[in-house]
C-alpha cells in the first residue's frame, strides 16, 4: 500500500524559495511531484526514477527546480528557486508503479493529498 505525505508548502515572495519534502511509504522506484492551478488541469512539475537517479523536468521548472530522494528516510523532495507567480499552485506528490517509464506524466497514479504554494509578485 502506497501512502504519501507532503509537507513544507507556503507563501514566499518572487524570486524566493521553498522546498517541499513527502513522507513516502512505497517500494516503488518511480516518484513524482506534480501541481495544480486553481482552474487549471494537474501538471507533472518533476519526477525520479529512485534506482538510477535519473531526473525528469517540465520545461517551466528546468534550471529552478530539483528533485532528490533519501531512500533511507522514505522522503521524497523539491528544491524550488526563483519561484514566480505563475508557480503558484497545490503541489503533489505522486507515485508510479514500480519499474514505469517515470519520464511519462500519465504512469503516476498514487496521490498525497497535496500543500499549497502560493508565490506574490
Known amino acids: 500500500q502506497v501512502q504519501l505525505a507532503e509537507s513544507g508548502g507556503g507563501s514566499v515572495q518572487a524570486g524566493g524559495s521553498l522546498r517541499l519534502s513527502c513522507a513516502a511509504l512505497?517500494?516503488?522506484?518511480?516518484m513524482g511531484w506534480f501541481r495544480q492551478a486553481p482552474g487549471k488541469k494537474r501538471e507533472g512539475v518533476a519526477t525520479?526514477?529512485?534506482?538510477?537517479?535519473?531526473?525528469y523536468y517540465h520545461d517551466s521548472v528546468k534550471g529552478r527546480f530539483t528533485i532528490s530522494q533519501d531512500s533511507a528516510k522514505n522522503a521524497l523532495y523539491l528544491q524550488m528557486n526563483n519561484l514566480k507567480p505563475e508557480d503558484t499552485a497545490v503541489y503533489y506528490c505522486?507515485?508510479?508503479?514500480?519499474?514505469?517509464?517515470?519520464?511519462?506524466?500519465?504512469?503516476?497514479?498514487?496521490w498525497g493529498q497535496g500543500t499549497q504554494v502560493t508565490v506574490s509578485s
Open positions: 525520479i526514477d529512485t534506482r538510477t537517479k535519473s531526473q
Open positions: 512505497t517500494d516503488t522506484t518511480c
Open positions: 505522486a507515485a508510479a508503479p514500480s519499474f514505469s517509464w517515470c519520464s511519462q506524466w500519465g504512469v503516476f497514479n498514487y
